[in-house]
T-cell receptor, first 116, second 109 residues
Framework: GAVVSQHPSWVICKSGTSVKIECRSLDFQATTMFWYRQFPKQSLMLMATSNEGSKATYEQGVEKDKFLINHASLTLSTLTVTSAHPEDSSFYIC????????????FGPGTRLTVL | QQPVQSPQAVILREGEDAVINCSSSKALYSVHWYRQKHGEAPVFLMILLKGGEQKGHEKISASFNEKKQQSSLYLTASQLSYSGTYFCGTISGTGKLIFGQGTTLQVKP
């Protein structure tokens, strides 16, 4: 149980284009999902908290107009990187909390974004 | 505030033991441990919820000293599959998981 999927697993795009990344909880409902970004050889940095049915909460320094988050249902959250630039190239990972009363997060397999 | 892990890197031979420490300047209510292989997402190992609690996962165990605001991960008789980067995570007051900087473990034959 507690499986989280991400799509796509990798994407290469041109500078200025927008990229959408999907995060799905496959066998449980997740009222809260999280989006992280990880640069090479660094730790995971929380970008935003995605809550089903409400606006996402962004961490300090993360541009909400650039990283659009939509939590359309209890099993799906999407992150759209708008007008991507080479400095946005990174490993994007989502996680979901499996059920109430627990704060254990299960991570998706990640999406490697390369912006040319 | 980000928890601090030590050491930053460890190189072992198969069968040797290792300890990875995680400490915080703030009060800890839970500690989460994850392992990440290169190019993959972190995999949940265990969560410790109470001061003094210890848990085990195969030959990997952990302790949590709430009073000292620290946790330690113990890897016993390490296997090649243990190689990766280990992260501890602590829950902030707003419920967010904050990761330490990571400890890279390399197990050699």
């Amino acid at each position: 149980g507690a499986v989280v999927s991400q799509h796509p697993s990798w994407v290469i795009c041109k500078s200025g284009t927008s990229v959408k990344i999907e995060c799905r909880s496959l066998d449980f409902q997740a009222t809260t999902m999280f989006w992280y970004r990880q640069f090479p050889k660094q730790s995971l940095m929380l970008m935003a908290t995605s809550n089903e049915g409400s606006k996402a909460t962004y961490e300090q320094g993360v541009e909400k107009d650039k990283f659009l988050i939509n939590h359309a249902s209890l099993t799906l959250s999407t992150l759209t990187v708008t007008s991507a630039h080479p400095e946005d190239s990174s490993f994007y990972i989502c996680s979901a909390v499996a059920g109430a009363g627990t704060d254990t997060q299960y991570f998706g397999p990640g999406t490697r974004l390369t912006v040319l | 505030q980000q928890p601090v892990q030590s050491p930053q890197a460890v190189i072992l031979r198969e069968g040797e033991d290792a300890v990875i420490n995680c400490s915080s300047s703030k009060a800890l209510y839970s500690v989460h441990w994850y392992r990440q292989k290169h190019g993959e997402a972190p995999v949940f190992l265990m969560i410790l919820l109470k001061g003094g609690e210890q848990k085990g996962h195969e030959k990997i165990s952990a302790s949590f000293n709430e009073k000292k605001q620290q946790s330690s991960l113990y890897l016993t008789a390490s296997q090649l599959s243990y190689s990766g980067t280990y992260f501890c995570g602590t829950i902030s007051g707003t419920g967010k998981l904050i990761f330490g900087q990571g400890t890279t473990l390399q197990v050699k034959p």
